[in-house]
């Protein structure tokens, strides 16, 4: 079965520093890649998502996530974070097919002014 | 876009009751919803697959009889908590897939339903 992993459960950062989460997924065959947030009281939004081409995929709000594949990860960036991107990012695998997304358990994310 | 809905976004029942949580696809028709759980500091854990029409397929692990989905119509699924106890509280979130798009696609997320139990 597939597994995700997130490395970071907490980051704290303060505003304009830069981000970097990991998410690494054991399944070996085709995969989509996913990054959701869920910012504070609201549901989970799409972020940014890859399925084939360019590894190095752009998102909403300045986000970007390369996909390598030697090294089964998905990592996501920001070079500058801002206050508003308080949340709770999770990274999601899916093979192909008709199958559900698999999380990973989240990395809560505090920027601090 | 597409948007899904869930009501109520959270309730209240005393141990032993029944809950039912709606989860309504708004301007899309979905043939596929599924129910996920979240825990404090943990992952969302998939409980189950619903697909209109038919039975929903259950994750190792969930009791079907007490989780009971029920996928009518290609806008609306309804997980109902049965005999809810306090450790079913939890915070359930169902995501939908329209359509005729299968495979590599985008799932839309409700907002989620807390549910506590008493």
């Known amino acids: 079965a597939q597994s995700v992993s997130q490395h970071n459960h907490h980051v704290i950062l303060s505003e304009a520093a830069s981000l970097e989460l990991g998410c690494n997924y054991s399944y070996g065959g085709t995969v989509n890649l996913f990054w959701y947030v869920q910012y504070p009281g609201q549901h989970l939004q799409l972020l940014l998502k890859y399925f084939s081409g360019d590894p190095l995929v752009k998102g909403i709000k300045g986000f970007e996530a390369e996909f390598i594949k030697s090294k089964f990860s998905f990592n996501l960036r920001k070079p500058s974070v801002q206050w508003s991107d308080t949340a709770e990012y999770f990274c999601?695998?899916?093979?192909?097919?008709?199958?559900?997304?698999?999380f990973g358990k989240g990395t809560r994310l505090s920027v601090i002014a | 876009g597409a948007v899904v809905s869930q009501h109520p976004s959270w309730v209240i029942c005393k141990s032993g009751t029944s809950v039912k949580i709606e989860c309504r696809s708004l301007d899309f028709q979905a043939t596929t919803m599924f129910w996920y759980r979240q825990f404090p500091k943990k992952s969302l854990m998939l409980m189950a697959t619903s697909n209109e029409g038919s039975k929903a397929t259950y994750e190792q692990g969930v009791e079907k009889d007490k989780f009971l989905i029920n996928h009518a119509s290609l806008t609306l699924s309804t997980l109902t908590v049965t005999s809810a106890h306090p450790e079913d509280s939890s915070f359930y979130i169902c995501s939908a897939r329209a359509h005729g798009d299968t495979g590599a696609n985008v799932l839309t997320f409700g907002a989620g339903s807390r549910l506590t139990v008493l």
């Open positions: 999601a695998v899916k093979d192909s097919g008709n199958t559900p997304l698999v």
